[in-house]
């Protein structure tokens, strides 16, 4: 699976790249090598990050069916426990 940036996120991504190279490196990296340096991280590093976050991802969801029987539970043969006595 590719890992793809719309547009919008794509262009703050490399602007963010180059700010940092920019000030916490104290060096200038073009806006055509900042794009290859995103498109290597999401190539090489992505699938790493996108596997981690459906595994985490994974893990909520089986916790939260295995508490579908607490949260949906309904108490059973219940009218003669609510009915007033005559």
């Known amino acids: 699976m ?3 940036l719309n547009k919008e ?3 703050t991504a490399v602007v963010s790249i180059e700010r940092y190279f ?3 490196l104290d060096e200038k990296i073009g806006n055509i090598r900042a794009a290859a340096l995103l498109n290597f991280f999401l190539e090489e590093i992505g699938p790493s990050i996108y596997n981690q976050a459906v595994a985490d991802v994974q893990e909520r969801l089986i916790h939260r ?3 579908v029987d607490i949260e949906c539970h309904e ?3 219940g009218y003669w426990i609510k009915r007033p006595k005559r």
Request: net charge negative; aromatic share 6%.
């Open 9 to 11: 996120s794509r262009s």
């Open 65 to 67: 069916v295995t508490e």
């Open 75 to 77: 108490n059973e043969f």
């Open 22 to 24: 920019k000030d916490e």
């Open 2 to 4: 590719t890992i793809t």
